[in-house]
């Protein structure tokens, strides 16, 4: 295909991380074919690709990723020689209703993806040489942590606050609770069987919790500074102490570019920031930086705060230790936690139509009949 020096197939391109990753990769590397393969579900949104659409190394298909024959032949018809996966069904709410999606998507997707890539791979002369089957996996796999500290501790492993002793390491063992994450561990077996059976040069990392610009409202973040911009109640579950670990969406497609290029295949890496953070401070610090930039009084809004049922098994603590990452490859994560929410705020400010976009009409209806609170 053309003179292109590799191509790569990045799966979920028009989502949230996905659309990063691809807009990194095409304006980095030219010598590159970058191929957007979505489905555009109502978490993919070309929209978010709008500046890189008509680059020349830039190429969308629509396809679902359970569909062997259009999978196949896109991977076929183009010699991918590398493939990035992030397409998934990724919100841990839907997974609770609606458990067999996650299961067709994030399960049988990935393996059609592994198939189909192990039967041209290994169809080509020099095998899998110079080949690489790269997963995106979560740290929602490794379970829940304890909360030991929960008025927070400095951190043993970073210059942050920790709220706990222990963190998610490359060798915890796989113990997911929802159907989301149990789902994404299953995936995660069989991108390493790939390897183990076959020998397909794979790599898996298990990132924490993305924020930034293109986050579908139904996540924490981008739903709490639209809330807040209408003056919608802001829902938190059970008593908001519940920890995550934040990382700025830039960091980790740049963490991605490292590792897809540098990385060892057969390894796993962890992805974070360490940047731990219980809700209910995420949610006073969106409040008082999205009043401060509608140039509200600061807290004006803190009385939307709403308290609400409990997510079904919702995991305490996430804790990603990623010093193999920052050790091995040299990746550091680049911005401040409120920093990077200023800079968040700021984009869902300026972009309202984006949002107006995708939370009007069947959205809403979907939402709302899923839900039923908002
Ligand atoms: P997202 O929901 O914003 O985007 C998912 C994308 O996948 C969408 O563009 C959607 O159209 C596409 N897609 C869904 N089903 C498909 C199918 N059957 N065939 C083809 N395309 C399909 O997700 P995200 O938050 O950007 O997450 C991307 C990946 O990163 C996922 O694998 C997720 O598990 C993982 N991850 C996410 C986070 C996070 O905080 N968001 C953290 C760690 C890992
Ligand atoms: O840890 C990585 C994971 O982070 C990814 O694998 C998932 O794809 C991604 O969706 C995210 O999962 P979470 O469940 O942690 O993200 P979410 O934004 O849905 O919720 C963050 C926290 O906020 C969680 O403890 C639940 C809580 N929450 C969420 C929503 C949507 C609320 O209190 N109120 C809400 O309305």
Known sequence: MGNYKRTIIITGGAGFIGSHVVRLMVNKYPDYHIINLDKLTYAGNLANLADVESKPNYTFVRADICDYEA????????????????????????????????????????????????????????????????????????????????????????????????????????????????????????????????????????????????????????????????????????????????????????????????????????????????????????????DRLLGRREDEDMGLITFVTDRKGHDLRYAIDSRKLQRELGWQPSLQFEEGIVRTVRWYLDNQAWMDNVTSGDYMNYYDRMYGRR
């Open 71 to 290: 999978v196949s032949r896109v991977i076929r018809d183009n010699a991918a020689d590398g493939i990035i996966h992030l397409a998934a069904e990724s919100h841990v709410d839907r997974s609770i209703v609606d458990p067999f999606t996650f299961a067709r998507t994030n399960v049988m997707g990935t393996l059609t993806l592994l198939q189909s890539a192990r039967e041209y791979w290994e169809s080509l002369p020099g095998g899998y040489e110079g080949k690489l089957f790269y997963h995106i996996s979560t740290d929602e796999v490794y379970g829940a942590l304890a909360m030991t500290h929960p008025g927070g501790v400095p951190s043993p492993v970073s210059a942050h606050v920790a709220y706990g002793d222990q963190f998610f390491t490359e060798e915890s063992k796989l113990d997911p609770h929802s159907p989301y994450s149990a789902s994404k561990a299953s995936s995660e077996h069989f991108v390493r069987a790939f390897h183990d059976t076959y020998g397909m040069p794979v790599i898996v990392t298990n990132c924490s919790n993305n924020y930034g610009p293109y986050q579908f409202p139904e996540k924490l973040i981008p739903l709490l500074i639209n809330n807040i911009r209408h003056r919608r109640p802001l829902p938190v579950y059970g008593k908001g102490e519940n920890v995550r670990d934040w990382l700025y969406v830039e960091d980790h497609a740049c963490a991605i570019d490292t590792i897809f290029h540098h990385g060892r295949p057969a390894e796993t890496y962890n992805i974070g920031g360490f940047n731990e953070w219980r809700n209910i401070d995420i949610v006073r610090l969106v409040i008082r930086t999205t």
